[in-house]
């Protein structure tokens, strides 16, 4: 189906978000191309060394909006990220009349049109949008729903309410502070838009891949809870309740706006689709043999697509292959499923790079994730092995170590016969496993 386009005199909000160079690129660079594909015109602000990355990855120079130091965090946070403030503003004045819709870098529009953004925009001159988590974007589909309503991504600001959203900011000292990649920022501008009429509602079809939180320092977000209260969105007194009273405000507003993200989803909605070769098709038949029963809770075409990315030269996102076998079953699940997980990125990685080989103590690395493991003090034993599976995972795939101590703590902590077997498996040799019938 042809994706619509922009009527005669009509433009798409301009897509502003931050691109970073030194961490994932590649799945911010989709995200970005999906942007761009539906139509929208996209720009990323960074630093001058950030932008100079970003160029050689093949970002072009007039999608970079640079910006200097003093418009990042770099001097108080340590991160030369954009403040949103100076940004909102420069925007303003170098694209008058046009409308915003600022988001995070790793967002993906799995939308069919760029023509959504008039069902969003139809409830109210400012909006902000609530995400979908999915474990990778083609093991998403329209039955499956997650939003996730513990934080705003994307924010869509019509131009001629511009200028109330950066003056009802501004009027706050605390939106000096606001800053990509630092908590708190998203919550003060979703006060800002509620404060202005505006509205919170589920996107429906912007996807997010999940992963850890970055975020270093959660009571960060004690720095807006008086601007929060003078808003009227959060009483605190503590960063945490201030932080709970406006996620629970989140939720509520969501359940206002649900006709209007159901008819999002529902017209707009496209099933991002998995791009697979030969090779990754082979390897996830490969792995199914040896693991039939995984067949049962998983997808061939978005296993595959992984399997290709597992393959790909660079470091492997492991997170990615362990989200991807996640089923929600349980913290018992939980084990099982990260040895699926390392046996399938270890079987696409067969014959990439160098083979696994003995931790080091020069692997500064793995020093630290084996120390976190043992000080975490898990009272929970399905807690622990599943924390210690995922760390195997880690190093295995993305750092090639394997730790014989920590596999022997798997093996004394399988609860079957399975799940020996499967541990069995990860650490033979590749050409001992089964091939696919």
Same mark, same amino acid.
Request: include cysteine; charged fraction near 20%; aromatic fraction near 8%.
């Given at each position: 189906?042809?994706?619509?386009?922009?009527?005669?005199?009509?433009?798409?909000?301009?897509?502003?978000?931050?691109?970073?160079?030194?961490?994932?690129?590649?799945?911010?660079?989709?995200?970005?191309?999906?942007?761009?594909?539906?139509?929208?015109?996209?720009?990323?602000?960074?630093?001058?060394?950030?932008?100079?990355?970003?160029?050689?990855?093949?970002?072009?120079?007039?999608?970079?909006?640079?910006?200097?130091?003093?418009?990042?965090?770099?001097?108080?946070?340590?991160?030369?990220?954009?403040?949103?403030?100076?940004?909102?503003?420069?925007?303003?004045?170098?694209?008058?009349?046009?409308?915003?819709?600022?988001?995070?870098?790793?967002?993906?529009?799995?939308?069919?049109?760029?023509?959504?953004?008039?069902?969003?925009?139809?409830?109210?001159?400012?909006?902000?949008?609530?995400?979908?988590?999915?474990?990778?974007?083609?093991?998403?589909? %329209?039955? $499956?729903?997650?939003?996730?309503?513990?934080?705003?991504?994307?924010?869509?600001?019509?131009?001629?309410?511009?200028?109330?959203?950066?003056?009802?900011?501004?009027?706050?000292?605390?939106?000096?502070? !606001?800053?990509?990649?630092?908590?708190?920022?998203?919550?003060?501008?979703?006060?800002?838009?509620?404060?202005?009429?505006?509205?919170?509602? /589920?996107?429906?079809?912007?996807?997010?891949?999940?992963?850890?939180?970055?975020?270093?320092?959660?009571?960060?977000?004690?720095?807006?809870?008086?601007?929060?209260?003078?808003?009227?969105?959060?009483?605190?007194?503590?960063?945490?309740?201030?932080?709970?009273? %406006?996620?629970?405000?989140?939720?509520?507003?969501?359940?206002?706006?649900?006709?209007?993200?159901?008819?999002?989803?529902?017209?707009?909605?496209?099933?991002?689709?998995?791009?697979?070769?030969?090779?990754?098709?082979?390897?996830?038949?490969?792995?199914?043999?040896?693991?039939?029963?995984?067949?049962?809770?998983?997808?061939?075409?978005?296993?595959?697509?992984?399997?290709?990315?597992? $393959?790909?030269?660079?470091?492997?996102? !492991?997170?990615?292959?362990?989200?991807?076998?996640?089923?929600?079953?349980?913290?018992?699940? /939980?084990?099982?499923?990260?040895?699926?997980?390392?046996?399938?990125?270890?079987?696409?990685?067969?014959?990439?790079?160098?083979?696994?080989?003995?931790?080091?103590?020069?692997?500064?690395?793995?020093?630290?994730?084996?120390?976190?493991?043992?000080?975490?003090?898990?009272? /929970?034993?399905?807690?622990?092995?599943?924390?210690?599976?995922?760390?195997?995972?880690?190093?295995?795939?993305?750092?090639?170590?394997?730790?014989?101590?920590?596999?022997?703590?798997?093996?004394?902590?399988?609860?079957?016969?399975?799940?020996?077997?499967?541990?069995?498996?990860?650490?033979?040799?590749?050409?001992?496993?089964?091939?696919?019938?």
């Amino acid at each position: 189906m042809a994706e619509d386009r922009p009527a005669a005199g009509k433009a798409h909000p301009v897509v502003v978000t931050s691109l970073n160079p030194f961490a994932k690129l590649e799945r911010q660079l989709k995200c970005w191309t999906r942007w761009s594909d539906l139509g929208f015109a996209v720009r990323t602000a960074n630093v001058a060394a950030e932008a100079e990355r970003l160029r050689a990855a093949g970002v072009a120079d007039e999608a970079i909006i640079e910006i200097p130091d003093e418009a990042s965090g770099r001097a108080l946070f340590g991160k030369p990220t954009p403040l949103v403030l100076p940004l909102l503003t420069r925007f303003a004045e170098a694209m008058p009349g046009r409308d915003l819709l600022l988001t995070n870098s790793d967002i993906f529009a799995a939308a069919r049109s760029a023509e959504v953004t008039t069902i969003y925009r139809a409830q109210a001159p400012a909006v902000a949008l609530v995400r979908e988590e999915t474990p990778t974007h083609e093991a998403s589909s %329209f039955a $499956r729903r997650a939003p996730y309503r513990g934080g705003l991504d994307t924010f869509l600001i019509a131009a001629d309410t511009f200028g109330g959203v950066v003056g009802s900011l501004s009027a706050l000292p605390a939106s000096e502070r !606001m800053c990509f990649g630092i908590p708190g920022w998203d919550y003060l501008m979703g006060a800002a838009v509620l404060s202005l009429g505006g509205v919170i509602m /589920d996107s429906g079809l912007l996807l997010h891949e999940s992963h850890e939180t970055t975020y270093a320092n959660v009571d960060e977000f004690l720095a807006y809870v008086p601007a929060m209260q003078a808003l009227g969105m959060a009483t605190g007194p503590s960063a945490a309740q201030a932080a709970f009273q %406006f996620f629970q405000r989140i939720d509520h507003e969501c359940r206002l706006t649900a006709a209007a993200s159901r008819l999002a989803r529902l017209k707009f909605y496209r099933q991002p689709l998995a791009a697979t070769t030969p090779e990754g098709r082979a390897a996830t038949a490969r792995f199914l043999a040896a693991c039939p029963f995984a067949a049962a809770t998983t997808n061939f075409a978005v296993l595959a697509a992984l399997a290709d990315d597992l $393959r790909a030269a660079g470091t492997p996102d !492991m997170e990615r292959a362990l989200n991807a076998f996640a089923t929600g079953a349980g913290v018992h699940a /939980d084990f099982r499923e990260a040895l699926l997980a390392t046996l399938f990125a270890r079987l696409c990685r067969d014959g990439v790079g160098a083979g696994p080989r003995p931790p080091r103590a020069s692997d500064t690395r793995h020093v630290r994730a084996v120390a976190a493991l043992r000080q975490a003090g898990y009272k /929970d034993d399905a807690l622990e092995r599943r924390a210690a599976a995922r760390v195997y995972a880690v190093e295995l795939i993305e750092h090639g170590i394997a730790n014989a101590a920590l596999h022997d703590y798997l093996v004394l902590a399988a609860d079957n016969d399975v799940e020996r077997a499967l541990l069995a498996m990860i650490q033979s040799d590749a050409e001992g496993l089964p091939d696919a019938a």
